[in-house]
């Protein structure tokens, strides 16, 4: 009776105990699941995989006003990029076609920003460097094969772009392209000429008297503007639309500032991606603001690290007293007014504190 009694008690305890032990596993494993935050239960268990529970940089459109970017822990190092932007055509090889866009000009405005930003779109092959087929003569001689055996690999339903920053202003060049392709897409970045003029001049050595050939003494001995002076010209739009007018319409020639390509690259694209009838996928995502360069650095799909244009780019521009100053914006502005009007559109050029 007594060992009746003393093993149904035994049984009791043990099986209070189990259920207790199962109380705790039950419970160790639900907190490994949730990672309550109970610090070791729930990583000892399955390992340190925080990194794949971050929400993604970017949303499927890359809108970065959803992005969510925690300190700790990091980011995954896997590039948060939409997939399947682009899937090639069934049954295709890659191969080298000639261009549908190009960046005819102006060289100084924004030419590079504008190719490389477009060469993030999937859609779009750009050239590796400038070709200067229509414009120089020793490379149009070469013959139209030789332009297109320059270009990239690509797919037929991808557009192959190039830019070379002087077609614009070779009398050559409208007539040429034309007759290449009838429909071919161009891109114009212009900007405030001045603001140009001194981009050019930043080249020169700082303390060469170069930086000022634009100016000259007339025989009255007073100080004037060189008329003649080819980086002048190339800032007179004017003559350069009228010669194109002559072969496209304007609806087929697309006109950007640089000015608002340097301080808003997403609308600009944006409104070239539609000028282009590409699928709208360029966007915030896609662009960085560099405070220390002041300038926007490009984020392909292809990765999250921001890629900035070359040192060539963002230069320190001569500063110019306002006398001279005066001269300039007085001698450009003629020209500007006729090309605002050709152009059906105006941008801000007068007069800034800095050029
Ligand atoms: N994102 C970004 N980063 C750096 N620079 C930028 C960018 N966007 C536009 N720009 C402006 O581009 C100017 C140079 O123009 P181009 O590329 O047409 O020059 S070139 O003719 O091809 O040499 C260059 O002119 P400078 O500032 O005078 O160097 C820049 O103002």
Redesign the pocket.
């Known amino acids: 009776m007594i060992s009746t009694v003393l093993t149904s008690r035994k049984s009791k305890a043990i099986a209070v105990w189990c259920g207790i032990l199962l109380l705790v596993l039950c419970l160790h494993v639900y907190m490994s699941y949730q990672d309550v935050g109970v610090p070791g239960i729930g990583r000892r268990l399955y390992g340190d995989n925080s990194q794949f529970r971050d929400p993604p940089p970017y949303n499927q459109y890359g809108n970065a006003k959803t992005i969510k970017r925690p300190t700790e822990p990091k980011q995954p190092s896997t590039p948060a990029v939409p997939q399947k932007l682009y899937t090639p055509p069934d049954n295709e090889e890659k191969k080298q076609r000639f261009p549908r866009a190009l960046i005819v000009g102006?060289?100084?405005?924004?030419?590079?920003?504008l190719i490389d930003y477009l060469n993030m779109h999937p859609y779009v092959v750009t050239a590796k460097r400038?070709m200067h087929f229509f414009d120089r003569d020793e490379n149009w001689s070469r013959g139209v094969n030789w332009y297109k055996s320059q270009m990239p690999y690509s797919y037929s339903d991808q557009m192959t772009i190039e830019k070379s920053?002087s077609y614009v202003e070779h009398p050559r060049t409208p007539s040429a392209v034309k007759q290449m392709d009838k429909d071919m897409f161009i891109l114009w970045?212009v900007k405030d000429p001045v603001v140009r003029l001194?981009?050019v001049m930043?080249l020169q050595d700082e303390n060469s008297n170069l930086r000022h050939a634009y100016l000259e003494y007339g025989r009255d001995g007073k100080l004037g503007i060189r008329k003649d002076y080819y980086p002048l010209w190339r800032g007179e739009y004017v003559i350069h639309l009228r010669r194109w007018l002559r072969y496209f319409p304007l609806s087929q020639i697309h006109v950007l500032d640089?000015t608002d390509?340097?301080k808003d690259?997403i609308t600009q694209i944006q409104n070239v991606e539609s000028f282009l009838q590409l699928q709208p996928l360029l966007g915030p995502r896609n662009f960085y603001y560099n405070a220390s360069?002041g300038?926007?650095?490009m984020v392909p799909f292809s990765t999250t690290t921001p890629q900035?244009?070359g040192s060539?780019?963002?230069?320190k521009?001569p500063v110019i007293n306002e006398t001279v100053k005066t001269m300039l914006y007085d001698f450009f502005r003629p020209y500007n007014e006729q090309f605002f009007k050709l152009l059906g559109k105006r941008f801000n050029w007068e007069p800034k504190d800095r050029i």
Do not use: N, Q
């Open positions: 102006t060289g100084k405005c924004g030419t590079r920003a400038e920053p970045v001194m981009s930043a640089g390509l340097v690259p360069k300038f926007y650095c900035c244009l060539s780019k963002g230069r521009h």
